[in-house]
């Protein structure tokens, strides 16, 4: 479902060019859940925006669903986010002038599905706040709105769902609930769940844990407690020889 | 598998910037930039609605000076073949024939000035009729019968006539049946005012007084629309000859009156234009912070699969939703604002009753759409740019950012505007330049406020630290900010300052108890027996001035061909010929009141003995624009025939004359020693209340050979219009400032949202209230004081500049707006930044925290 090639990214500084991430490869399977686990500044959200296509690699490949992301521009891009990829955020990201209701059609109505509203209805429902579908985003708690968002992200039914931190501003409860929504939503409908995440707990969930660190992503054996990494594709890539962590 | 549908996609964009555009205008989310555009439609449509009202009635009473909207003046009788083409343009025709010309009655005889009328004269104004001697005239809407004749009161006097009586002039005689006041362009002049003889049209063959050798003076009249007005004098232009006419509109009433029209017109032009650049700040601010309030939305509409033409779309059809509402609301705010104050003036301005004009329209919605749509661009185009990454990292912004691009669009918008609305680039680029030059200024000022503030902001962190730490820290935006605010107080300043000279200036013109009647004719021996009688009813005379008419001989050795030109002084005078064949001549010692010696030396000093001048020549004291239009300047020799002697006279210095000034003017004025040898009768002028009218009779009957002239009439028509002009000038001071000051509302409102964060942050850290409030206001104390202060300094250079390009009056310095505007600028900047800052810090910290969200 995603397959990455010598993903690089360099950023320019005051002080010069500053590579973020290394040469990254891997692949996820269709319905598989992986969670990015690492440190603040580890470089996942950019592997996030990269992955989902938000931004562009200084160099590397990225196929996702067999699209080459890498060679589409930003009109591709986002005709192929908006047919096939669901996001969910940390800060929720809903249109604060939109009632839950119609944010929630938003994505729907972006591709021109029929009746986004009755499709919208049903997802709202699925997540448990239909009798909040007239409010604005801001006259609802943490835990709804993120709710909202993700009835938002399943509404086109998404191949590959990108989770950035979802639980990241929530209080236990309702952390726990949006994360067991999540898993639940994401087992129904099969979709390919990348989740962004420096709760351990939260990683635990998902069938692959990847950590990165300082721009390297190498993959966590589900028996290894601390992080460490596993050369297993390494073999398969003569690409990636010299690098020292690729997955 | 899932449906699509490409109906639904395509209608997208509009049905989400409706649903947008629905529910922010609900929230108020829309409310400053709706409000700005509302501001600016119902400004401009108030404004130049009221204005174009109130010229109408203006220019209609102007049009009664001349009696017409158009005249054609001529000195050979008009081609009848030119008044039926002017019918072809559907304008309204009359004819006038005035000459000088005897009339002979009861054995008597007197100069008269003879005015023969078509039935449709006159085609502005009324002819006023008075029902008995000297009594104020009332209108109607007759002209003489044939055979009639409706004569001055002063004729009545000098021929001993009564009504029915018969008068001969030429030719003809005729029966006097009607007393005479006033007709519209009867003229006013102290001078050479013989007492007028109205006849009707079709007796002037008949009178033979036309014949050739007389000078005849033939005036065609026509009203009708403007257009078909201009139409018509471009077809007929090509037949004229400027020397034998003349085509005179409104517009070229060079009167007091005329004055105070055209320079109250290139006020309201002026305000209505800083209405505009108020109104365009006002947009330009609201579309920054809509643009920026927007960056969220955008990022996710691009994440979430909306490709940049539907974003684009999305938001142009909700500035242009925006754009509409704002329209229609601002028109229906404008027309009502303008009724509301026609209403509320009734009683002292006169407006037109014609209440829908399309211009004032079409420029407002105009105006409202290119500041929709100009000063959105760039904030939009910023918008459009949001990459969808910002859905991860917060911090980025858009990538389009051109500052340059936005205030070259800005500025050409705003001269755009200016230019189409006045089609005047002067009054534009005056306007402009000043605005640029405030900008630079301004510029340079937060760079200089920003190194104060390393010096006055240092010590332990409170309130008055916080406020230079944010002035320093938000040094772009506090530019842009003072900016905005500097030059709406600054447009603010221009108005005020304008209004205020305007009206000063018209009121000194004729200040209460200016002399409303002339005394002429006065005989030397009738001098101090008037002087004294008039005191002793308590009356004060202006001084009596010595007059003499003196015939021009020569000016140094050039010959001045009187023979030739017959023209009289009170006609034209455009070359050496043109002063006519007489002047009136005074002399004193003693510089009159409204004169002003500009080059030379006065009379005072001189004597014979000291003269410097050649034997048996005296000096004269010339006006200033009488010496231009004559080519006579300093040392020039003038030599004039004062009765059947000669006097010669060089010219030692020269004079500007006030001419507003109700007293006799001069435009020669010698020696006394020049004229020692003749005698002079004297003229004068007095003020006589208008309750003691009544006493006039009895005033004047121990002078039954003095000429008396009544300006009453006319000095109350100037002062109402004047203080009709004022009145609607004060409405629209008070509109501009009320239009300035919901701009600065605006600014503070938009800058405050930018705070918003900021506060909560501070809040939340456990900052007092006190010391927050405390900062906003120290920092919208310091920013309004420089913005007044720099406002100042630009509005001395912008009104130098309109005032001595534009509207041709003095300029001064205003030195006590340089303390008002910097401390007006400081209380209310900093008042709106502290109820701004209220409203916020009201709320809980939880609150302020989510709308951050």
């Given at each position: 479902m995603i397959k990455t090639k010598d993903l690089i990214k360099t950023v320019s500084t005051s002080e010069g060019e500053l590579q973020i991430l290394q040469p990254v490869n891997f692949s996820v399977e269709a319905g598989e859940s992986i969670a990015i686990i690492g440190a603040s500044g580890s470089g996942k959200s950019t592997l996030l925006g990269l992955l989902a296509g938000l931004d562009t690699a200084t160099s590397g490949e990225i196929w996702l669903d067999g699209a080459p992301l890498h060679d589409l521009d930003e009109e591709a891009r986002a005709q192929l986010r908006g047919e096939k990829v669901g996001f969910i955020f940390q800060s929720f990201m809903l249109v604060p002038s939109l009632t839950a209701l119609e944010n929630i059609m938003l994505p729907a109505e972006i591709i021109g599905l029929d009746n986004p509203k009755a499709r919208a209805l049903e997802v709202l429902k699925q997540v448990g706040v239909e009798h909040r579908a007239g409010h604005y985003p801001n006259q609802l708690s943490g835990g709804e709105q993120q709710r909202v968002a993700i009835a938002r992200a399943f509404i086109t039914s998404p191949k590959i769902l990108f989770a950035d931190e979802?639980?990241?501003?929530?209080?236990a409860h309702n952390s726990h609930n949006v994360e067991s929504l999540l898993f639940d939503l994401n087992k129904q409908s099969n979709t390919t769940l990348i989740l962004v995440t420096h709760d351990p707990e939260l990683a635990k969930k998902c069938d692959r844990q990847l950590a990165m660190t300082a721009g390297e992503l190498v993959e966590v054996t589900p028996n290894q407690d601390n992080l460490g990494s596993s050369k297993t594709e390494h073999q398969n890539n003569p690409a990636s020889h010299d690098q020292e962590a690729s997955v | 598998m899932i449906s699509m549908s490409s109906v639904r996609a395509k209608n997208m964009p509009r049905q989400l910037a409706w649903r947008l555009f629905k529910h922010e205008a609900k929230r108020g989310e829309l409310s400053i930039i709706l409000f700005a555009i509302i501001l600016s439609v119902a400004a401009v449509l108030s404004l130049s609605l009221f204005s174009e009202r109130l010229q109408g009635a203006l220019t209609d009473r102007s049009a009664e000076f001349i009696a017409a909207d158009r005249q054609l003046s001529a000195r050979n009788p008009i081609d009848p073949a030119w008044i039926t083409q002017a019918q072809t343009f559907s304008l309204a025709t009359a004819e006038q024939v005035s000459t000088r010309s005897m009339a002979f009655a009861n054995d008597e005889l007197a100069l008269v000035d003879l005015r023969a009328v078509s039935d449709t004269y006159p085609l502005k104004g009324n002819i006023k009729l008075a029902p008995e001697l000297f009594a104020t005239g009332a209108a109607t809407t007759q002209i003489p019968k044939r055979g009639e004749a409706w004569i001055d009161s002063r004729l009545f006097q000098l021929l001993g006539l009564v009504i029915g009586d018969n008068i001969e002039l030429g030719d003809a005689t005729f029966t006097v049946t009607q007393i005479l006041s006033e007709i519209p362009d009867g003229g006013f002049s102290v001078f050479n005012a013989d007492p007028m003889v109205l006849i009707n049209h079709q007796d002037i063959a008949a009178t033979n007084v036309t014949g050739p050798g007389s000078r005849v003076n033939y005036k065609a009249y026509f009203t009708g629309e403007n257009s078909d007005l201009d139409d018509y004098f471009d077809a007929l232009s090509p037949q004229l000859d400027r020397q034998i006419h003349r085509w005179l509109s409104v517009q070229d009433d060079t009167s007091p009156i005329g004055e105070s029209v055209a320079r109250a017109e290139q006020f309201f032009l002026l305000a209505s234009l800083l209405a505009i650049v108020l109104a365009a700040v006002a947009i330009g601010v609201a579309a920054q912070r809509y643009a920026q309030r927007h960056f969220d939305p955008v990022a996710i509409m691009k994440t979430l699969g909306a490709s940049t033409n539907t974003i684009r779309k999305v938001y142009l059809y909700q500035i242009s939703f925006i754009a509409i509402l704002g329209i229609m609301l601002g028109a229906v705010v404008g027309f009502v604002l303008q009724q509301i104050v026609v209403s509320a003036l009734a009683d002292t301005v006169e407006v037109s009753l014609q209440v829908w004009y399309w211009r004032p329209m079409l420029i407002a919605i105009f105006t409202g759409s290119v500041c929709a749509l100009l000063f959105c661009l760039y904030p939009l185009l910023g918008l459009f740019s949001i990459p969808p990454l910002r859905v991860l990292r917060r911090d980025i912004s858009a990538t389009f950012s051109s500052r340059g691009g936005q205030y070259i669009t800005a500025g050409g918008a705003i001269l755009l505007l200016m230019w189409v609305y006045s089609q005047n680039l002067k009054i534009s680029l005056i306007l402009f330049v000043s605005g640029l030059i405030l900008v630079g200024l301004l510029l340079g000022a937060t760079f200089g406020l920003i190194a104060l503030g390393r010096v006055l902001g240092k010590g332990r962190m409170g309130a008055w630290q916080l406020a230079w730490a944010r002035i320093k820290r938000r040094s772009l935006d506090n530019s842009v900010q003072l900016i905005s605010f500097a030059l709406t107080i600054m447009l603010l300043l221009v108005v005020l300052v304008m209004r205020n000279d305007i009206v000063q200036q018209w009121r000194d013109q004729l200040p209460q108890g200016t002399a409303n009647y002339f005394l002429a004719n006065v005989t030397q021996e009738q001098r101090p027996k008037l002087v004294e009688h008039f005191a002793k009813n308590g009356i004060d005379t202006d001084g009596l001035y010595p007059v003499s008419r003196g015939r021009f001989v020569k000016v140094n050795d050039e010959l001045i061909r009187t023979d030739i030109s017959k023209e009289d002084e009170d006609t034209t005078n455009e070359t050496r010929r043109g002063l006519g064949r007489e002047a009136n001549l005074t002399w004193d010692t003693v510089l009159q009141s409204g004169n002003e010696i500009i080059a030379g030396q006065w009379h005072?000093?001189?004597?014979p003995q000291n003269s410097t001048l050649p034997e048996g020549v005296f000096p004269v004291s010339i006006e200033e624009r009488v010496g231009e239009r004559m080519r006579i300047g300093m040392g020039d020799e003038l030599t004039f025939n004062i009765g059947s002697e000669i006097v010669t006279v060089q010219v030692t210095s020269v004079r500007t004359v006030n001419w507003q000034t109700m007293q006799p003017n001069f435009f020669f004025v010698l020696h006394p020693e020049a004229m020692s040898q003749f005698r002079a009768s004297y003229i004068t002028s007095f003020y006589l209340p208008p309750e003691r009218k009544p006493e006039l009779t009895k005033l004047m009957a121990p002078f039954a050979s003095v000429t008396m002239f009544d300006v009453d009439a006319r000095i109350n028509q100037v002062r109402s219009i004047i203080d009709q002009v004022s009145a609607a000038i004060e409405f629209i001071l008070v509109l501009v400032l009320v239009a300035g000051s919901l701009v600065l509302v605006a600014q503070v409102q938009a800058s405050m949202d930018e705070r918003q964060r900021e506060l909560a942050i501070l809040r939340t850290l456990g900052a007092k209230g006190m010391m927050i409030r405390l900062s906003v206001i120290y920092e919208f104390l310091i920013i309004g004081s420089v913005a007044g202060f720099m406002a100042a300094l630009a509005n001395e250079v912008s009104l130098y500049l309109l005032q001595t390009n534009v509207f041709q009056m003095q300029s001064s310095l205003h030195l006590e707006y340089w303390v008002i505007a910097p401390v007006t600028g400081a209380v209310v900047v900093g008042l709106l930044g502290a109820a701004s800052c209220w409203r916020l810090l009201s709320m809980n910290t939880q609150v302020l925290l989510r709308k951050m969200l």
């Open positions: 979802p639980t990241g501003n929530l209080d | 005072d000093q001189w004597t």
